[in-house]
């Protein structure tokens, strides 16, 4: 097949899991990446021709510009440095972009990339040390920002406290355990599912060479709180919540198929993506029409599947952005994927890793070595910002599309889906409980329980509480029983953001 000399292909693919500390700061763990990936190609020369490097947001070091001080550990010298917005979409996001600059001729050779030392960092904070990491002029600034800002609450969410993913997701994952009991499935059962899947995952990850906790678990290990897996967010144990403790770092080089053959890099090598898309779901949450949804997966899986011109059976491989159960679980359903099929090649970001919004980059870089292993399959990766929020996916495979990669923003069917008026602050009255959650302290108690509800006209509503009883209820107590038997419970909301039973 005679290919394009402009269609974008990955040559090279890099990932570090660095087991000792203290680590290397994020930048020089993005340059031994780099390094690997230019190994894995064959073609070390193309670090010294890249034209844009392009870096994921780092967390655990806000560097002004991360790219250019990458590009000085590698010797490089790109005409443009890029960086990012927060948010787990941010490296799919990234891929697409650079295949679409590669096939406008704006770019020959571009790395994409991302790192976090969080783990050293941690430890070098409780040593009451100062990291001994690189400065940079704060006046420095990327030639390029790519990405919107991430917003992770309303405003009627973060004046009870309610803002951060660790709240949210076990909320998601009760308002799935809601719906499946409308369906008929027992509220422990579906529980149970959720801790299966999760061990299934770490099944994956236990072959992971660069897997932060390469152990498969049972469910009941998964599941049962203990001293080194207390609840952080019921019902999600610690080994249910996304793994940021890590020093990782994963590097993808994409090039034009010109520069690929010009540099030498083997046929054997090549992956190509076929075709991607990105869409983003109501940023307030407490707006959503459904809690146990995602009308922009939904979106954005059909449009990359029928870009790429086949569909969800034809995917052989697939890599779910999975920061906790509940997120697998709505992207599953709404693809069309069979939750006991595998649905992760890196084991995960509670056991793989979750390097805060670099996990993707380590997806795709596991995805490309895969595929290189099955040279007619296809596989999906997708990317998942904020509280099931920005999203992003995309097809690859080791074989080249029949025509130029197509890339979609299906953001307009998104937006046309309904949305939830809000009760007026102040309302009083009972409501049903839609999702809730109860979050507890470092010595696994409880401690504040979020809930979302429902008034008779459908609006909705948002609550806290510290009360202990209500806390017991809901973690397992009365509301599971109820849920059980009668349906979802009926709070009382008092109106000034309180609720009980």
């Keep these: 097949m005679n290919l394009d000399p402009r269609t974008p292909v990955i040559v090279g693919v ?24 230019g190994d894995d190609a064959a073609a070390p020369s193309l670090l010294g021709s890249l034209d844009s490097i392009r870096i994921v947001n780092l967390l655990s070091r806000a560097y002004p510009d991360p790219a250019a001080l990458v590009a000085g550990l590698l010797g490089a010298t790109p005409r443009e440095t890029v960086a990012t ?28 990339g991302g790192a976090e030392s969080w783990r050293t960092r941690s430890w070098y904070k409780a040593r009451g040390e100062k990291a001994p990491w690189s400065q940079q002029d704060a006046a420095t600034t990327p030639t390029v920002t790519v990405g919107e800002e991430l917003v992770l609450a309303a405003a009627e969410e973060l004046a009870l406290g309610l803002g951060a993913p660790v709240q949210f997701y076990p909320m998601f994952e009760t308002a799935l355990m809601v719906s499946a009991a409308a369906a008929g499935t027992k509220p422990d059962d579906h529980l149970s599912g959720a801790a299966a899947l999760w061990a299934r995952f770490s099944a994956v990850a236990a072959t992971n060479p660069y897997a932060a906790l390469p152990a498969a678990l049972t469910a009941s ?52 993506l076929h075709a991607g ?15 146990d949804a995602s009308p922009a997966i939904r979106a954005v899986g059909r449009d990359t599947l029928a870009l790429a011109g086949i569909g969800v059976d034809d995917l052989e491989l697939v890599d779910l952005y999975s920061c906790f159960p509940s997120a697998v679980q709505v992207a599953a359903r709404e693809l069309g994927l069979d939750l006991q099929r595998d649905l992760t090649v890196t084991g995960g970001l509670t056991f793989a ?17 895969r595929l290189r292993a099955r040279p007619d399959a296809y596989g999906l990766c997708t990317a998942n910002g904020g509280n099931l929020t920005k999203h992003a996916a995309g097809v690859y495979a080791a074989f080249p599309p029949a025509t130029p990669p197509r890339f979609g923003h299906p953001q307009e069917q998104v937006d046309a889906t309904p949305r939830r008026a809000v009760a007026p602050r102040g309302w009083q009255g009972s409501g049903r409980l839609e999702a809730w959650t109860v979050m507890h302290d470092r ?51 008092d109106g000034d953001g309180g609720f009980a039973l």
């Excluded at 869409?279 to 959503?288: F, G, H, N, P, W």
């Excluded at 979302?452 to 209500?470: E, I, M, N, Q």
């Excluded at 806390?471 to 419970?489: D, E, Q, Y």
């Design 221 to 272: 290990q998964i599941a049962t709180p203990t001293p080194d897996n207390r609840y952080i967010g019921w019902p999600y144990t610690k080994r249910m919540n996304s793994n940021n403790n890590v020093d990782q770092a994963a590097v993808v080089m994409m090039c034009s198929v010109e520069a690929a053959v010009a540099a030498g890099v083997p046929r054997d090598r090549w992956v190509f």
């Design 14 to 37: 890099g990932q570090i899991s660095q087991p000792e500390l203290p680590a290397p700061e994020p930048v020089a763990l993005i340059a031994e990446a780099a390094r690997l990936a």
């Design 85 to 112: 917005t927060a948010g787990g979409n941010t490296p799919q996001v990234l891929l697409n972009r650079t295949a679409e600059d590669i096939m406008a001729g704006r770019l020959d050779v571009a790395l994409i």
């Design 353 to 369: 890793g979750g390097p805060w919004n670099n996990y993707v980059t380590h997806g795709i870089a596991t995805m490309v070595e």
């Design 277 to 291: 898309s990105r869409a983003s779901d109501q940023v307030d949450v407490i707006r959503r029409d459904r809690l």
């Design 443 to 493: 010595a696994g108690q409880p401690e504040v329980a979020f809930a979302y509800g429902l008034t008779g006209d459908g609006a909705r509503l948002v609550g806290a509480s510290r009360d202990s009883d209500l806390l017991a209820a809901l973690a397992g107590g009365t509301a599971m029983s109820s849920l059980s038997s009668v349906g979802p419970p009926v709070a009382v909301w």
